[in-house]
T-cell receptor, first 112, second 112 residues
Framework: KAGVTQTPRYLIKTRGQQVTLSCSPI?????VSWYQQTPGQGLQFLFE???????NKGNFPGRFSGRQFSNSRSEMNVSTLELGDSALYLC???????????FGPGTRLTVL | GDSVTQMEGPVTLSEEAFLTINCTYT??????LFWYVQYPGEGLQLLLK?????DKGSNKGFEATYRKETTSFHLEKGSVQVSDSAVYFC???????????FGTGTRLQVFP
């Protein structure tokens, strides 16, 4: 089976712009979670989707949003980018009835 | 609250040395426990897991035993290789959501 894929792998944006990141889970996985990884804060949970519904949300401002499509693919959007949004954004998918998450390679976002 | 604590890095070893990376957790109940590895420029890869007390997870020569008496899940490898150089994360699921709670990560550097 193919693993979790994320596109694009690298992005450079300027402050005030918005960005959309995409994640395709492992085939058959319906749960998708997003994490932000920075050197200062480590790995922080953004949100989790299951069957097109957001089930859980981390402590991030409303500029961070996401959605999930009927094929389980997910996108996250960050509006009005700030310098502090520079990070590696990781997507993970899980099979049902398990707490094991499988991660993609991440999208490296740089905000200038 | 529920948390995961890892030893500070970096851990610097010569090839073929014995590795231990300490991880302790706080929890109500007995959550699953995970070790993930992150190679430079990549996402997180699931290294091993254990789902109940006294379980031993193993993969690629790495092992970790779920010790409920000491609330620990230390990662060990008998003989490290240069290719094991990476950052290792201990993790457990949150008790009330599907997010993973991660330790701060331990960087391992192996020299020939």
């Amino acid at each position: 089976k193919a693993g979790v894929t994320q596109t694009p792998r690298y992005l450079i944006k300027t402050r005030g712009q918005q960005v959309t990141l995409s994640c395709s889970p492992i085939s058959g996985h319906r749960s998708v979670s997003w994490y932000q990884q920075t050197p200062g804060q480590g790995l922080q949970f953004l949100f989790e989707y299951f069957s097109e519904t957001q089930r859980n949300k981390g402590n991030f401002p409303g500029r961070f949003s996401g959605r999930q499509f009927s094929n389980s693919r997910s996108e996250m959007n960050v509006s009005t980018l700030e310098l502090g949004d520079s990070a590696l954004y990781l997507c993970a998918s899980s099979p049902e009835l398990t707490d094991t998450q499988y991660f993609g390679p991440g999208t490296r976002l740089t905000v200038l | 609250g529920d948390s995961v604590t890892q030893m500070e890095g970096p851990v610097t070893l010569s090839e073929e040395a014995f590795l231990t990376i300490n991880c302790t957790y706080t929890a109500t109940g007995y959550p699953s426990l995970f070790w993930y590895v992150q190679y430079p420029g990549e996402g997180l890869q699931l290294l091993l897991k254990a789902t109940k007390a006294d379980d031993k997870g193993s993969n690629k020569g790495f092992e970790a035993t779920y010790r409920k008496e000491t609330t620990s899940f230390h990662l060990e490898k008998g003989s490290v290789q240069v290719s094991d150089s990476a950052v290792y994360f201990c993790a457990r699921p949150s008790p009330d959501t599907d997010k993973l709670i991660f330790g701060t990560g331990t960087r391992l550097q192996v020299f020939p």
